[in-house]
């Protein structure tokens, strides 16, 4: 949890003070000038489309800052990548791409175990699938959207998470937020945690349910809250609630910190709620044999009713997937839009997740599963400890490749993400709305594909930078880097 500092709060709140003051005299010029000029009557009438405070924060605030956002890319998102550069002749309301790319080293996306680039065992399987299935079915499950490569990635998904049954669906996002309102309605209440994500925030709000928040990974006040909820019953008529269902992450994704499940675990299991865990972020990644933060903090799975997770971050696909009950799996493929109504998962990316489990599993004849795996872990908690050393404020927990930099100030934004590209470093920025407003971050995903080379020449340009945007709010340890770095190699 980001506990802001006063003197940090106070600066950062008067340079968007700034920042919206100057907004505000620039849009009252515009007003001015296009009363003046305008000559359309096309729109009159007609109510602005954009309208608010969000348009206002997008116009005045992102635009100044959007070459940071958006990067495209020009090549696959290996530990190294090709950025295409990209120029403005209108002061950033305006990017074009250009012919040439630079090469970068990769901390932003989330190829946690290397999958998303070309792979011995998994890419010529890809590519024979892509053969005999084509790139899409071109229909829905229920329909003719059904191979033999999706009935069997369902089974080996089961089996992996430890479930009785899976359904799969062409996108993760989607698989929340169309789930959730299959799951529960009106008369039922959800018990979310304050930071999960926007996927299954929307997938509450369109469930018709009754919706409350509990503060961070705090068990103790989601205790608070149930008893509470539990005593009042629904609004107006004080009936029981028709069901409970309490909805965590394993790894929250702008936080970087694992969930404390086997906590949340007991007070659900105490109250008699069911529990829904999106393991988008930690299956795959964590765990001694990948099985996510169950294996990980050792929670039997059984304990967990609903699990969910994405093909898009440990295993170099798209996609996600419900692991239940059998009962609950065959409800959702009765039940649920995305599975009836939407075109089923690309054959070639079933096949991509299918191949990649059986690496992590051992299941091709070697042990690169089990070396990812290893190499993840590794390389995370030594990046994580090196950030530490050199004083900056890294969230996130230990384990968790996901590592976000606090940088708070907005103008620290653009310059941490631009001087780290100048360098050869590919860094993934992060601000309002995807946090809150004074929270901005740089957020770093570490990478089994990343050598330790490569992590030694990161940490150099972040600190470099780190000391002339002015980023390191803690104190320095004296451990040197480099020398930490020799020593590890003679040894």
């Known amino acids: 949890m980001v506990r802001l500092p006063y003197l940090t709060a106070l600066t950062t709140l008067f340079s968007y003070g700034m920042l919206f003051a100057f907004g505000q ?25 954009c309208l608010g405070l969000e348009d206002f924060y997008t116009r005045r605030l992102y ?48 190829n946690y175990l290397g999958f998303a680039a070309a792979d011995e065992y998994c890419t010529p399987q890809v590519i024979e699938s892509l053969k005999r299935y084509a ?35 062409g ?61 009042e019953g629904q609004p107006r008529t004080h009936r029981p609630w028709k069901k409970i269902i309490v909805v965590v992450e394993g790894i929250y994704s702008m936080e970087g910190e694992l969930c404390k499940l086997p906590e949340i675990i007991t007070v659900c299991k105490k109250y008699k709620v069911y529990t829904y865990l999106d393991e ?6 964590i765990g001694k044999s990948g099985r996510g933060v169950c294996e990980l903090l050792g929670v039997d799975t059984a304990d967990v009713d609903i699990m969910m997770g994405t093909f898009t971050k440990s295993f170099g696909s798209c996609g996600g997937y419900i692991a239940a009950s059998k009962e609950i799996i065959q409800y959702l ?50 990046f994580r400890s090196e950030l530490q050393k050199m004083g900056f404020e890294v969230l996130g927990d230990n384990d968790s490749p996901v590592m976000p930099i606090m940088l708070y100030n907005p103008a620290k934004i653009p310059a941490f993400s631009r001087e780290c590209l100048k360098q050869n470093v590919a860094i993934v920025t992060v601000a309002f709305p995807a ?35 002015g980023i390191k709010y803690f104190p320095v340890e004296p451990e040197k880097l480099q020398d930490e770095y020799d020593k590890n190699k003679l040894e």
């Not at 296009?34 to 096309?42: C, L, V």
């Not at 599993?361 to 089990?370: K, Q, T, V």
């Not at 740089?442 to 945007?469: F, M, N, Q, Y």
Request: hydrophobic fraction near 40%; charged fraction near 20%.
């Open 25 to 49: 005299m620039r849009d009252l010029f515009r007003r001015i000038i296009d009363w003046y000029t305008s000559k359309s009557k096309d729109n009159q009438g007609y109510a602005p489309i």
């Open 63 to 110: 635009l100044r800052i959007q070459d940071c956002f958006n990067r495209p890319i020009a090549s696959a998102p290996d530990a190294w990548m090709d950025v295409v550069e990209r120029h403005s002749n209108d002061n950033n309301k305006t990017l074009h791409c250009t012919q040439n790319t630079t090469r970068c080293l990769n901390l932003g996306s989330y």
């Open 135 to 169: 790139p899409s079915t071109c229909s829905v499950r229920v329909d003719g959207g059904t191979t033999r490569l999706h009935a069997e990635l369902e089974e080996l998904v089961a089996r992996f998470v430890g479930k009785p049954a899976a359904v799969i669906f």
């Open 171 to 231: 996108m993760g996002y989607v698989t929340n937020s169309a789930i959730i309102p299959v799951l529960i309605g009106k008369g039922g209440l959800i018990i979310s945690d304050s930071l999960n994500h926007n996927s299954i925030v929307n997938g509450a709000r369109g469930s018709g349910a009754t919706v409350r928040v509990f503060q961070h990974n705090s068990p103790s006040h989601l205790e608070e809250v149930l008893r509470e909820q539990i005593a």
């Open 280 to 285: 988008a972020h930690s299956i795959g990644a």
């Open 333 to 382: 493929k009765y039940t649920c839009p995305a599975h009836l109504y939407a075109t089923s998962m690309s054959p070639p990316a079933v096949q991509q997740v299918i191949s990649a489990l059986k690496v992590i599993l051992g299941e091709d004849g070697s042990n690169r599963g089990a070396l990812k795996l290893a190499r993840i872990r590794e390389n995370s908690n030594f």
């Open 435 to 469: 946090t809150p407003l004074l929270l901005a971050r740089a957020r770093i995903c570490i990478s089994a594909s990343h050598t330790r080379e490569d992590l030694v020449k990161a940490l150099e340009v972040i600190s470099k930078v780190g000391d002339l945007v």
